[in-house]
Structures are given as C-alpha cells and as structure tokens.
C-alpha cells in the first residue's frame, strides 16, 4: 500500500527486520528494547528508511498494542493514522488494551480506549471493550 503524495509503504515486519532498520540512533533507546519474536508489526517506509511503525499481539482473549512511532520529520502526514487502521484489521479480539505515552494517548481516546491509570512516568495503561 502506497500514500498519495508520499512515497510511503506499508508493510508487515518481524522484530528482527525492525531492530535492523531502527538505525543507531534508536538501537540504544526503550523502543529496540521492546520488540519481541510474540508481536507483529507493521512498518511504514519511505523509500527504505523506516519512518514509523506499529505493534501488536494476543494475550488469550485480549490483544495488546505495542509500540507506536513515526519519526517527528514524518508526523502530521497521516502516516500514524494509517498505522493503526493497518493495526485495527488485524484486531480480532472483543478487549484491547495497551500501554501509551503522551504522543500517542490521543489516538487511543480518539479510538473509544479508556484510561485505568497512569504511572509515576507518565505512561497511562488504557482498555477498549
């Protein structure tokens, strides 16, 4: 799949082929150390430079989203919105949940998730039905 006006792909990704593609400057931080061989992800690219990026995975009954970026250069174009439609097809379960920062708490909200509470760090744990 292609955005107009952007040469933006989207594509499934494994954790490993992520981790490759995360380039130095985000080997180091929270997001490599995040992925995990149990979630999916979807990827946008331009070109071939990653530019953002979403994750999921089931738990039983419930799937959890995962990691949730696109590069600051890329946002505001639409791409995160695609992202998460991408995601939300995936999604077979009735209950998801997720663990959300300020960047993306919006979408979540905007999507019917609630907030059950928020931690000292800021990160808030949110839940659909």
Same mark, same amino acid.
């Given at each position: ?61 419930? $799937?959890?989203? +995962?990691?949730? /970026? ?5 946002? !505001?174009? #639409? %791409? ?26 919006? $979408?979540?909200? +905007?999507?019917? /998730? ?5 931690? !000292?760090? #800021? %990160? ?6």
């Amino acid at each position: 799949m292609i955005m107009k006006d952007l040469n933006i792909t989207f594509d499934f990704v494994s954790a490993d082929e992520l981790y490759s593609r995360l380039g130095k400057q985000f080997r180091n931080s929270r997001i490599a150390f995040r992925l995990n061989d149990g979630c999916k992800y979807i990827a946008a690219f331009d070109e071939n430079k990653l530019v953002g990026c979403v994750g999921f995975q089931r738990i039983g009954e419930t $799937m959890r989203y +995962k990691i949730d /970026f696109v590069l600051p250069e890329y946002r !505001k174009k #639409g %791409i995160y919105t695609k992202l998460w439609e991408l995601r939300e097809i995936q999604n077979k379960c009735s209950e998801t949940s997720a663990f959300c920062t300020e960047f993306s708490l919006g $979408m979540f909200l +905007k999507n019917k /998730f609630e907030i059950h509470n928020v931690k !000292k760090n #800021g %990160i808030s744990f949110v839940k659909r039905w």
